[in-house]
């Protein structure tokens, strides 16, 4: 099974702790069952840089696993979050050992070499 990332993306006015809310996302949480491998952590503070969509904030992440990305997809489409206007972005997660030339590769080079 792969596992793929949620990336959440609220609207820059959402503001975190609504009890049904909470309730909510657990209850979603809950219903992943073993597909859940990291519930990951909400985010309260971030920054953008780059074209990260008008209007919309980092908020969190999950990683699920799935035996395809539209499996992840389907698992994601029930997100209470969609209902507040949120986005999400789902990720297939490279095995670092299987991924030559990805993105942070440039950047360990460039640490390892100053």
């Avoid at 959402?14 to 009890?19: I, L, N, Q, S």
């Avoid at 309260?44 to 997809?73: F, P």
């Avoid at 030339?101 to 460039?110: C, H, M, W, Y």
């Amino acid at each position: 099974m792969a596992k793929f990332l949620f990336s959440y993306r609220a609207p820059a006015d959402y503001a975190p702790g609504h009890p049904d809310s909470r309730s909510a996302w657990a209850a979603w949480f809950q219903s992943m069952g073993s597909q859940l491998a990291d519930v990951g952590q909400p985010v309260r503070e971030a920054r953008q840089i780059g074209d990260c969509g008008s209007g919309q904030r980092l908020a969190g992440y999950t990683v699920v696993t799935a035996d395809s990305l539209e499996e992840a997809l389907a698992l994601a489409h029930r997100c209470p979050g969609l209902h507040r206007g949120f986005g999400i972005e789902v990720g297939a997660l490279a095995d670092p050992a299987e991924a030559p030339g990805d993105p942070g590769e440039d950047t360990a080079k460039a640490v390892s070499a100053a």
